[in-house]
């Protein structure tokens, strides 16, 4: 993939959040008229693995808008979340270190084929970075065939998260 684009009630904590807490960097802006009146700034952030974008559009030309892409819909805020990749378990820990320095709560759960470490952006989204600790075999993609097929699929239990605490407390499932 290349990029995702979403839009931006606030583009200056928007920025702040996938420069300082990301560690993305703007690689580019292009702004252009629309259709519609008013204008739109594009902006580019290189994630090391594609881009991610959010469209600062021209607020006097907009109704209100949530910007959240699932609670924003009425649905659960991981339903639809940006899940970045994590290198190895260095970054996984380092990410985390980042986020809590800026002064975020994560969210971090290990799904036995991933770990993988949670917070919100500026905007209401969820942002996750996910290590994948499992390499798939013909008898996984056989049992993912099988569970996406299933009349009544086997629910598996949910996986606790433990929370890692802006003020530095933790909480363990």
């Given at each position: ?22 560690g ?40 209100e ?23 190895d ?27 993988s ?33 299933a009349?009544a ?13 802006a ?7």
């Open positions: 993939m290349h990029h995702v684009a979403i839009a931006t009630r606030d583009a200056d904590s928007t920025h702040r959040f996938y420069t300082e807490a990301m993305f960097e703007l690689a580019k802006v292009e702004v252009a008229n629309t259709a519609t009146g008013g204008w739109a700034r594009h902006l580019f952030y290189d994630t090391g693995d594609g881009m991610i974008a959010f469209w600062d559009l021209d607020k006097a030309k907009l109704n808008f949530d910007p959240a892409i699932s609670t924003g819909l009425g649905l659960p805020i991981w339903t639809n979340h940006l899940a970045f990749v994590a290198a378990q260095g970054h996984l820990d380092h990410a985390k270190s980042r986020w809590i320095s800026f002064g975020l709560d994560v969210a971090e759960v290990d799904h036995e084929w991933s770990v470490i949670y917070t919100t952006d500026p905007n209401g989204i969820m942002v996750e970075w996910c290590l994948t600790t499992h390499v798939f075999d013909a008898a996984d993609r056989a049992e993912a065939e099988m569970l996406r097929v009349k699929p086997p629910v598996q239990e949910a996986k606790g998260a433990t929370f890692f605490l003020d530095g407390s933790i909480i363990t499932p």
